[in-house]
């Protein structure tokens, strides 16, 4: 593909360009996870075989892509300031976790973490940047969640952790907090060549962070700012100011809480 100098990465990023949804609405009814990053295209499951035929199978050099995203990523790079909602949310007590169960125990529990995560954000039009640790990230962009990709992010949170702090016979329940947070930040192409990735960078991104390490297990803590712009009601629900590091000022943030009892009964 060659590059395009007309291409405008601020328009495809503020959602003039319908092909980037119509392409992840399309490939995320299929079944099932592990998925592109940029366009959800399954990597396993029925509808695989035929994502391989067209291009679209994993590729080699970045799993997290599938060929024809990468080929797009490394063609076009570059990016653009857009407002975007964060969603950080991390295993609480990982550490002690590691210590209790088998290295194999442990892996299975991360999987499972990662198996539930990637599929709640996906199923909410967001994309999942990484996984780091016991940690996801992941952002939600107009082109993909539509303008209202604040409530497509706080709702991703909560449903993430629901499912895993409800547990099942698969295995123990996993206590997850989790930040969600909308501001303007730098998404695009970044890397070179083929070492090429498509992400998020800026303050919004450390905010956001802080603040899933800040949220307590089953706590979702959503920022003034990703509250206001999802029209979130508020009224009787817990406010907190925190100094988190690396900020001068306090953030107020608004506190969601999700308990296994709570989400049985949904």
Excluded at 1 to 7: E, G, H, V
Excluded at 157 to 169: D, F, K, W
Excluded at 182 to 196: K, L, M, P, Q, R
Excluded at 230 to 237: N, R, V
């Amino acid at each position: 593909m060659a590059r395009d100098p007309n291409f405008d990465w601020k328009a495809v990023l503020e959602g003039n360009d319908p092909r980037a949804r119509r392409f992840r609405s399309f490939f995320r009814r299929i079944p099932s996870s592990p998925r592109c990053k940029m366009c959800a295209a399954p990597f396993e499951g029925p509808g695989a075989p035929v994502m391989r035929a067209v291009g679209r199978g994993r590729w080699p050099k970045n799993p997290n892509y599938c060929g024809a995203c990468q080929g797009w990523v490394r063609d076009h790079p570059g990016g653009a300031e857009v407002e975007l909602t964060f969603l950080f949310a991390d295993v609480r007590g990982s550490t002690g976790l590691g210590e209790r169960l088998t290295p194999t125990g442990f892996s299975e529990l991360l999987s499972r973490f990662y198996e539930i995560s990637a599929r709640v954000v996906v199923a909410h039009d967001g994309i999942v940047d990484k996984f780091v640790g016991d940690e996801i990230v992941a952002f939600f962009v107009p082109p993909f969640a539509g303008p209202d990709h604040p409530a497509d992010g706080i709702a991703a949170a909560r449903e993430l952790v629901r499912e895993t702090g409800q547990g099942s016979a698969d295995g123990p329940a996993i206590a997850v907090g989790a930040g969600v947070h909308t501001g303007v930040a730098f998404v695009g192409s970044v890397g070179d060549g083929d070492v090429t990735d498509f992400t998020a960078l800026g303050d919004p991104v450390n905010t956001t962070a802080r603040l899933a390490s800040a949220a307590g297990a089953g706590e979702v803590l959503v920022t003034q700012a990703a509250a206001t712009a999802a029209s979130l009601p508020t009224d009787g629900l817990e406010r907190r100011r925190l100094d988190l590091r690396g900020r001068a000022e306090p953030i107020e943030v608004v506190v969601l809480q999700t308990s296994p009892e709570r989400s049985a009964q949904a």
